[in-house]
C-alpha cells in the first residue's frame, strides 16, 4: 500500500534551497522520503529518496524538529488493542538526501492519531501525544540524540456515552498549542470538549485547566489558532477555527487568556459554516457521511489567509483528470474547501469579529483526504489520501 492510501498518511516537508523534501507514512509500514523539485520551465518533479520500515507495523502522524534534524513517528499498531509505538529518527544531511536513520522506540498506550513539540528552557523539549483510546502522554527530549522519557500519563473518562455512535468514550484527536506557547489545547471528539493545559517552561510538566465545552454531537476533531495580522501583538486578537468530524462544521472563537496562567476562554464569533462549503452552491442535504478530517491556514496572501479543510466522504467530483500521466480514465474525487480570512473586521458594537467566507472547492485527487501538508511557500499542497 503506496503513502497516499494510508489511514492517517502524514506529509511534512523540510526546505532546502535545492529543494523540499516530502515525508510520507503509509500503513503499509513505510515512511518514504521524496525530493520535490522545481524545474526552471516551471515543472516539477517527484523523486523517490529513500524508505524505511522502522516505525512498522503501521507508522502514522510524523512531528519533524527541522532545527535539530529529528523526527517522530507514532506507531499505531493495529495487531494490539493496548499498546503501540513511538519512534524517532534522526535525519540526515543533505549530502545524503535526508534519509532516516532510527534512535529508539518505545511502547506507548494505543491509538496515537497526533503529536506536538514544545520548546522549554535552556533548550529542553516537550513531545506531547493524543491517543484515541482516551489517553495524552508526554515525553521530554533530547534534541541532541532524539532520545526521549516519558514524563506525564493522562487518562480521560466519561460519565457517559455521548450522543452519537462514534461517541463512547474520550477520543482526544489533536495536541496543538497556543501562539503564546503556554498552553496545549486538546479537542476531545468523544466528549465534546476541549481540553485546556498549562505548560511549565522550566519543569515541562503540564497542568489541567478547565475544559470548553462544544455542542453535544459535534465531534471536535482538529483546530487552529489564528492571529489576525494587524493585531498580531495583542492578546485579545487570537482566535481558534475548531472543525468538528461529526457535524462537519467549522466554529470560530476569540480567545482570551485568564490571569495568573489560569486558563482560556472561547467565545463564538460570528457563524459557524459547514466545513465542506455550502456558500459554494451545495446543498446541505449531501452532506450525510462527510467527515473532515484537517484544518490549516496557509500564508498571508494579498492581506488575507486562507482556511484550508480535508473533507472525506465529500465526492462532489465524478470527471477529473487521472494524476497518472499514463492512464487516461478519469477518476472520482473528494474534496478540499478553501475560506478566506479577512485581516480583521469589526461589527456595529465596535467588537472584531472573523468572518469565514467559502472561496473555492477543490478535488483533493482521489478519496479520503486525511492529512494534507503546505510547501514552505505556501504554493503548493500535499494530500494523504485515506
Sequence with gaps: MFASLAL?????????VSATKLYVSSYDGNITTFDFTKSANATYNLALLDRTTGCAPNPS???????????????????????????????????TGGSLKKVTNTTVPAAPVHSVLYRGANGTQLLAVAHY?????????????????????FNFSMSAPGPKRQQPHPHP?????????????????GADLIRIYYIDPITLKISERPSIDIPKGSGPRHGVFYNPPRTVQQRDDTHFYLLTEISAQILPFNVTYLPNNGGLTFTPIGKSVWAYGTGMGLDPAVAVGIAPAEITISPLRNGAAQLIVSNRNATFFKDVKNPDPKNSTAIISDSLATFTLPSQNTN????STELITPQAL?????????????????????????
Excluded at 8 to 16: F, K, N
Excluded at 134 to 153: I, M, R
Excluded at 174 to 188: R, W
Design 8 to 16: 492517517a498518511a502524514l506529509v511534512a516537508t523540510t526546505s532546502t
Design 61 to 95: 502522524w510524523l512531528q519533524i524538529d527541522l532545527r535539530n534534524r529529528n523526527l517522530f513517528c507514532l506507531d499505531e499498531n493495529f495487531q494490539s488493542t493496548t499498546n503501540a509505538s513511538l519512534v524517532s529518527f534522526k535525519i540526515s544531511d543533505e549530502k
Design 133 to 153: 483510546t482516551h489517553a495524552l502522554t508526554t515525553y521530554t527530549v533530547n534534541p541532541l540524540t532524539a532520545q526521549f522519557t516519558l514524563s506525564q500519563n
Design 173 to 189: 484527536h489533536q495536541v496543538v498549542l497556543d501562539p503564546t506557547k503556554k498552553y496545549m489545547v486538546i479537542p476531545d471528539l
Design 348 to 351: 456595529a458594537n465596535g467588537n
Design 362 to 386: 477543490t478535488p483533493a485527487g482521489g478519496l479520503y483526504p486525511r492529512s494534507f501538508a503546505i510547501s514552505p511557500n505556501g504554493d503548493m499542497i500535499a494530500v494523504g489520501l485515506q
